[in-house]
């Protein structure tokens, strides 16, 4: 089914090389760069007991995500037609199964539970840790908790661009 043409100025193009939406392209690129901050966070937290600036930079993670996710919701329900973008993609169909549906699955069950551990990690530390920040009964759970957040943000990172590939890349 083309795209309606009332939605085409709507949509526009990305900015890579791909039939990405702006919103799309905007995203994948970001998550680069999320990827590069957790990962630069949990150094400064690990090796160098940096607590205040880990806090920091998880929080503002954590609100530019928020805004992040709801304005792509936004865009992916309401204004972009990306199931238009993804057809001529060889591995999309919107009648039934394809490989692009299988890893939007994946990724969206990667993405959902991370978003609400993320959520509880940060509430919990915030009502668990000292301020300024410092080692506490809290600790060990957190630890725990946070690294399994980080490798859930690790695999959201990564099944989306391997679905961005899938439905925007590929011809």
Aim: with cysteine; net charge positive; charged share 10%.
């Amino acid at each position: 089914m083309p795209m309606d043409p009332s939605r085409v100025a709507l949509v526009g193009s990305g900015f890579l090389p791909a039939r990405g939406s702006w919103m799309l392209d905007l995203v994948v690129l970001a998550m680069v760069l999320v990827v590069v901050v957790l990962s630069w966070s949990l150094y400064l937290v690990r090796y160098q007991q940096n607590y205040q600036l880990h806090k920091r930079i998880q929080l503002t993670l954590g609100i530019v995500l928020l805004i992040a996710v709801t304005a792509f919701e936004i865009d992916m329900r309401f204004i972009t037609d990306w199931r238009s973008l993804a057809e001529p993609s060889p591995y999309f169909s919107r009648e039934g199964w394809s490989l692009a549906w299988g890893a939007l699955l994946i990724h969206l069950a990667c993405a959902l539970p991370t978003t609400l551990l993320w959520i509880a990690v940060i509430v919990a530390a915030l009502r668990h840790f000292p301020s300024p920040p410092s080692p506490s009964p809290h600790s060990l759970t957190h630890r725990r908790w946070g690294k399994i957040a980080a490798i859930g943000m690790y695999a959201t990172a990564v099944t989306g661009w391997i679905f961005y590939y899938l439905a925007f890349v590929a011809s």
